[in-house]
C-alpha cells in the first residue's frame, strides 16, 4: 500500500497547477543492466550443497526452486488462474527479534521509514523541484523534499505495481503485486533490485514514522481492547519491548542512522528469499531473476541471521497473571484476553526442547505417547480388514515423523476448541457476544503463543473468562469425538481447497521454503498437506494439546472494562502511567499472514 504524506499531496497538487512531472519509463535502462551483469556475472547455484543440479522442479505441485550466485534462494510457481497477474515477496529473516535492547523500536520505524521516504536512486535527485510541461519546459523551480518519491510513486501507478512493506517479530517482508501487460512484471523486479541497491533514508521521512509510532504508544489508553492487550502481552513476555509497540524513550534514543543499519544489516544473501507466482512464462520469469536479483550485492554472512537476545515468558506465579483495565466511557462493555505458551510451528518451545525428540521414536512405537492413556478413545467397532489397520498405522507414523506434524495438529486441535468455545461460552452459557481461540507459531522463533478473545459486557465478562478456562482446561474430561476431528479436517480442507487457486495463498505456502533458519520446511510441507490432516487422529490432537500450556501457573488474562462509572480511579492512573511501565501491542493488518494473531482492534 502506497501511503501519501502532506508534501507528496503538495507535491502533486504543483504537478496538476504548473505541468507535467516527467516519470521514468524504466529505473534500470538496458545499457546499465548491460554493465551490472558485466561486472557481477550473475548465475543460477545448486539450491543445496548436496545437489549438483541448479534447478529443482517438482512436476506435482509446479514449484521450482533456484538459488543465485550472491546467495539469494528463490522460490516459483506458475499459476493460469489470476490472468496476467503476478505477485512477489521477498522475505528477510531477523525482524523485531533482531533488536538489541538498546535500540528497541529500530527496525519496525526503519522499516516505517523506508515506506515513508518511498525514493530510490539517483534519479529521482536528477530534477527535484523542477516541474516541466509536456513539451519539457520548465515551468517552475520549487524546492519540495518529497518530490522523487512522487515520480517513483507515479512509476507504480503506471506500470500497475502495488507495493508494500512491513516488518514482523520475525522477519522483514516487501510484497509486490503486478500485471504482466506493458512489461509490468520486469518493472516491479527493477523496483525490488532499486530498493535493496539504491534506497534513499530521508530525514524527514524517519521523523514522520517516529511521529507516526509515537502516536500509536499515546492512543492506547483511549481503547479498551488495546489496553487490555498491551497489559496481557506484556505479563506473558515479561515485558519484552520486541512484541510491543517502542515506548516514547526508545523512539528519542533511535537515530536516522540506527533505524537504518538495524534493518539494511539484515539484508544478506542468505538471510533473503525472493517468492514469485503468477500467470508468466519459465524463460521471462528467470530472466527477470537473472537480471535484476542477481545483479544485487547480497553478501553473505551465516551468522547474523541466528543473533538476537533469548525471548522469556513471565515468570509464574506473578501478580501480573491476571489483570484487570478499567476506562471511563459512555459506552459500556468488556473484553477481556487469555493466553499462554505454544510451541513453534515445528516442535521447539522458548526453553530449547524440541519435542520430537521428547516424544520419542514412532518407528516402534503406536505413538510417542502410550496408547493405555487413550485407550478409551478408540472405537470400539469390529476389527478392519488388516491391510486398513496397517495403512492406517502406516499414516499415523508418517504424520508423526513429519516435520510439520505440530503444525498440523495444532490447526486442527485450534478448530475444535474455537467450536467449543463458541457452543458453550455463548450458545449454551450466554456470557459472550463473540469468543475466538488464536494460534500464533512462529516458524523462525522458538516460541509461540494462543489467544482467547472475548467480547462481553461488564455483568458476565467474568464469568465468561471462567467460562473459557473450562472449555481449554476441559479437553481431558470432555474428550473430544470423531465427529469433533472430521469436522475441524473437513472445515481446513475446504478452506485449503477454496483458497488453493490464489496466487496470495501459494506465496503463504512457499514462504520459508528454502530459509536457512527454517530447516524443517521442505517441499513435502506443500505437497503432502491434505493427506498429512486426513490422517491426523485423535491422539495426535492429543499429543498436540500436551504442549498447550493452559494449567493455572502458565495461563495469563486480562480482563477490561468501560462504563460511565466503571473504575474512576483505575482509570485516571492509566493515563498518568509513565513511558517505562505503559506499552502498547503493535496493530496488525496487511498481508494476513499466521503470525501476527496478538489481541488487537
Known sequence: MVYLCENQVLNFIVIILFGQLEVPKELISLSELEELKLQRTPSFVPPSPELNVTKVHDKETGITQRRLSNGIPINYKILKHEAQGGVMRLIVGG???????ESRGAVVVGVRTLSEGGRVGNFSREQDGLVTSKHGELLAAVSFPALGDAKVELFCVNHLINCSLESTEEFIAMEFRFTLRDNGM???FQLLHM????????DDAFDRARQLYLSYYRSIPKSLERSTAHKLMLAMLNGDERFVEPTP???ENLTLKSVKDAVM???VGNNMEVSIVGDFAEEEIESCILDYLGTVRAPTDSKREHEFSPFFFGPSPSDLQHQQVFLKDTDERACAYLAGPAPNRWGLTVDGEDLFESMGDTSTTHGFISCNAYADLQPKNEEPLLEGNNLEKDQQIKLRRHSLFFGITMGVLAEIINSRLFTTVRDSLGLTYDVSFELNLFDRLNLGWYVVSVTSTPGKVHKAVEACKNVLRGLHTNRIVPRELDRAKR??????EAEIKSNAYWLGLLAHLQASSVPRKDISCIKELTSLYEAATIEDIYLAYEQLKVDEGSLYSCVG???AQAGEEDAAALEEESDESFQGVIPVGGRGLSTMTRPTT
Open 95 to 101: 525482524g523485531r527479534a533482531a533488536e538489541s535492547p
Open 186 to 188: 520486469r518493472a516491479a
Open 491 to 496: 472445515t481446513l480442507l475446504m478452506r485449503h
Open 195 to 202: 530498493v535493496l541497491e539504491h534506497s534513499v533514508w530521508l
Open 561 to 563: 472494562i468501560a462504563g
Open 265 to 267: 544489516n539484515q539484508f
Open 249 to 251: 524513550k526508545s523512539l
